[in-house]
T-cell receptor, first 118, second 115 residues
Framework: GAGVSQSPSNKVTEKGKDVELRCDPISGHTALYWYRQSLGQGLEFLIYFQGNSAPDKSGLPSDRFSAERTGGSVSTLTIQRTQQEDSAVYLC????????????????FGDGTRLSIL | GESVGLHLPTLSVQEGDNSIINCAYSNSASDYFIWYKQESGKGPQFIIDIRSNMDKRQGQRVTVLLNKTVKHLSLQIAATQPGDSAVYFCAEIGAGGTSYGKLTFGQGTILTVHP
């Protein structure tokens, strides 16, 4: 598609359940990023993919959070045993190239998944 | 730790006025900056970027100024329109020798444009 696509757009679930969030980056973009945005706050980095590998997972808040990327395209962010503090907007971004001389590339964002944990 | 922050959390202007949104950054190693606009319920939208070897860059109705001496970034919007009302974020890349495009965001400035 023309832009970054995320699904679902909204997710409400009960505490303790697992959730999967999906990101379809812009075609041809090798770099993919996940961020989290709490209400009225800036964006918090979670994880970076270059191709299918994740050189930097340092932003993942706990071991309940994991992410994968297959075929150098679609990525899934999984949160296990969700807690109320996980409620936030989860944003995905992609860029042409994330590494080396290509790192100075604008990141283009999807509209996010609004996750609410009851 | 290093951070990127904004001087003013809110800015209200009249339609047709020029707007200036400011951003201070603390890491002198930062070498690439981006301004994003975020409307309610949407993801951040790229506005304009600037590299550290420049001090000014112009786009359509927008200008970004970079002052490396005082580590200050600003976004100027000419002839502000009601559709410009949004939260504006500055973001920094490449701090501390990071080898990839990890963005560090400021907290955001709310711009409100009154008709």
């Amino acid at each position: 598609g023309a832009g970054v696509s995320q699904s679902p757009s909204n997710k409400v679930t009960e505490k303790g359940k697992d959730v999967e969030l999906r990101c379809d980056p812009i075609s041809g973009h090798t770099a993919l990023y996940w961020y989290r945005q709490s209400l009225g706050q800036g964006l918090e980095f979670l994880i970076y993919f270059q191709g299918n590998s994740a050189p930097d997972k340092s932003g993942l808040p706990s071991d309940r959070f994991s992410a994968e990327r297959t075929g150098g395209s679609v990525s899934t962010l999984t949160i296990q045993r969700t807690q109320q503090e996980d409620s936030a907007v989860y944003l995905c971004a992609s860029s042409l190239s994330g590494a080396g001389q290509g790192r100075d590339q604008p990141q283009h964002f999807g509209d996010g998944t609004r996750l609410s944990i009851l | 730790g290093e951070s990127v922050g904004l001087h003013l959390p809110t800015l209200s202007v009249q339609e047709g006025d020029n707007s200036i949104i400011n951003c201070a950054y603390s890491n002198s190693a930062s070498d690439y900056f981006i301004w994003y606009k975020q409307e309610s319920g949407k993801g951040p939208q790229f506005i304009i970027d600037i590299r550290s070897n420049m001090d000014k860059r112009q786009g359509q109705r927008v200008t970004v100024l970079l002052n490396k001496t005082v580590k200050h970034l600003s976004l100027q919007i000419a002839a502000t329109q009601p559709g410009d009302s949004a939260v504006y974020f500055c973001a920094e890349i490449g701090a501390g020798g990071t080898s990839y495009g990890k963005l560090t965001f400021g907290q955001g400035t709310i711009l409100t444009v009154h008709p």
